[in-house]
């Protein structure tokens, strides 16, 4: 579904594509995160995704209020308090998609899919 707010010039759409590819551009942003992961259900595999198609590992849900609801499939760095680094995803997100789109972000979901080490 697309977010709609309506203004005295007009309604204003937003297509969720739109919401997860500026969130997945804040998400490896943050300290910890190596990138978005994209599962393969077939066959269980998970893989990195190259920086165009960051969309593929978030998620994106509207409701007919206008709240947000973020899944992310994530790869973090080896060494890293996961703990940590999903809280300062969680806040940057939260904060910067509230700000980007005037809606509210109701829950941001994080899976971590993997562990990578960084050269």
Do not use: W
Not at 24 to 49: H, P, Q, T, W, Y
Not at 79 to 86: A, P, Q, R, T, W
């Amino acid at each position: 579904m697309k977010g709609s707010m309506s203004t005295e010039l007009g309604v204003i759409t937003v297509n969720p594509d739109v919401i997860a590819k500026y969130a997945g551009s804040m998400a490896v942003e943050c300290f910890g995160i190596v990138g978005m992961a994209a599962v393969n259900m077939k066959d269980g595999l998970v893989r990195l995704l190259k920086k165009e198609s960051r969309t593929h590992g978030i998620q994106v849900e509207i409701t007919e209020d206008n709240i947000l609801t973020l899944d992310f499939h994530v790869i973090v760095a080896y060494g890293v308090n996961i703990l940590s680094v999903s809280d300062n995803l969680m806040n940057n997100v939260k904060y910067k998609v509230e700000e980007f789109t005037g809606m509210t972000v109701d829950k941001i979901n994080i899976f971590v899919e993997g562990v990578r080490v960084i050269d």
